[in-house]
């Protein structure tokens, strides 16, 4: 059979950077010159309308079925394809309610709890004992994936310069650890709030276990909300939270954040940031983080500038993350019949997809994660080196 009988392996040319090979109907295909790094078996073909409408989706909902799998390191299969992604194709008009959601609160929330309301016992699974599910920080070679996590939250709580008796604010604080650790270590109090019902159920639980009920208070609520509650903090932190505002809110989240700091005060924001402004990953955004936009370095600055915010410090975090996702990648593949067994080979694959795929996007600098420390206004107090 010649190649251009076949949309599916004429389309695949494109990806010509790496050989591989590609099995359908009984023959073998060479993509690319050289030795072949893997094989890829379809045992249903993908039409062309769906491989033009968008790359991602179709490839990725291929993978999920079972309609192709992969001869080799999935992770050396999706560095070759993702090192290529401006091959893929994308019909924005087609699939524009994937890319842009509404992202009113009743969404959000929704789309918030898709993700994080997966249950407990899921993410106990194969995140570490802290249930921290963000970026680690690997201080040393050997840390395991449970002392990087400590290690993050230990850098964060430096990097703020929290003194006993201050006010902390988690926007997004997803099981809590951040803030009980915070109120153990420096004696502040903390204050939470988060969209899942199952993270703020478990952070009650882990509060009450320790005995700080009259130290952190976390609330079920959208962090919208936040100025109704007529607070201002000493310190505000969000990490892994930002991802999910929505682009048409960000200014509206920087204002909140400026509105309801004291002057003077730290806010340490940490996200995933792409390197534009615009939405193109419909399957990230259909089956993971529905709603979900990585925000620019450069446009969340100009916004902390358009209010009081100065920037002191701006820390990429690109190869942690890589790193930590490998970790989560291995500990889920210990577990991949269990899971299978409560949601179904498919769930499976997509979660592999997911880890996998994201592991390779920092790997290859297609995406980053910083940390971005702010002042509200001028500091002249703090010390005048990285004192963390």
């Not at 008796?165 to 951040?178: E, R």
């Not at 902390?304 to 291995?330: K, M, N």
């Amino acid at each position: 059979m010649h190649i251009m009988d076949n949309f599916l392996i004429y389309y695949l040319q494109r990806f010509d950077k790496y050989c591989f090979e590609v099995v359908l109907h009984g023959h073998t295909y060479t993509i690319g010159t050289g030795k072949p790094l893997f094989r890829v078996l379809v045992h249903k073909d993908i039409p062309k309308k769906e491989l033009l409408t968008s790359t991602s989706l179709a490839l990725g909902e291929a993978y999920m079925k079972g309609d192709i799998e992969v001869e080799g390191d999935l992770f050396v299969v999706l560095k070759c394809i993702l090192e290529q992604i401006d091959q893929f194709s994308l019909d924005r008009s087609a699939v524009n309610n994937l890319l842009y959601p509404s992202e009113d609160k009743s969404t959000q929330r929704e789309e918030v709890c898709s993700h994080y309301d997966l249950g407990n016992d899921f993410y106990k699974l194969w995140l570490d004992p802290t249930l921290s599910y963000s970026c680690a920080y690997f201080k040393h070679d050997d840390d395991t994936l449970e002392q990087a996590q400590r290690n993050k939250v230990d850098y964060i709580l430096s990097k703020l310069h929290l003194e006993k008796g201050m006010s902390l604010l988690d926007i997004g604080c997803g099981w809590g650890f951040l803030l009980i650790e915070a109120a153990k270590k420096y004696g502040v109090t903390g204050y939470g709030c988060t969209l899942s019902h199952e993270q703020w159920a478990m952070g009650q639980e882990r509060i009450k276990k320790l005995g700080l009920e009259g130290q952190i208070h976390i609330d079920l609520m959208d962090y919208r909300d936040l100025p109704k509650k007529g607070l201002k903090y000493d310190r505000l932190v969000s990490v892994g939270m930002l991802e999910h505002v929505g682009r048409s809110q960000y200014e509206r989240y920087m204002s909140i954040a400026n509105q309801i700091l004291k002057p003077g005060g730290l806010f340490l924001l940490h996200y995933i940031d792409g390197r534009d402004e615009k939405n193109s990953n419909p399957w990230m955004r259909k089956y993971i983080f529905p709603g979900g936009t990585l925000p620019t370095v450069y446009e969340i600055l100009k916004l902390a500038y358009d209010g009081d915010f100065q920037i002191l410090d701006v820390e990429s975090l690109r190869r942690h993350y890589y790193r930590t996702l490998s970790c989560w990648y291995h500990n889920f593949q210990k577990v991949r019949d269990q899971v299978a067994a409560d949601k179904g080979m498919e769930f499976v694959r997509m979660w592999d997809l997911y880890l996998c795929g994201c592991a390779v996007a920092f790997y290859i600098g297609y995406i980053d994660v910083h940390q971005l420390l702010f002042t509200k206004g001028t500091n002249n107090d703090l010390p005048m080196t990285r004192w963390y």
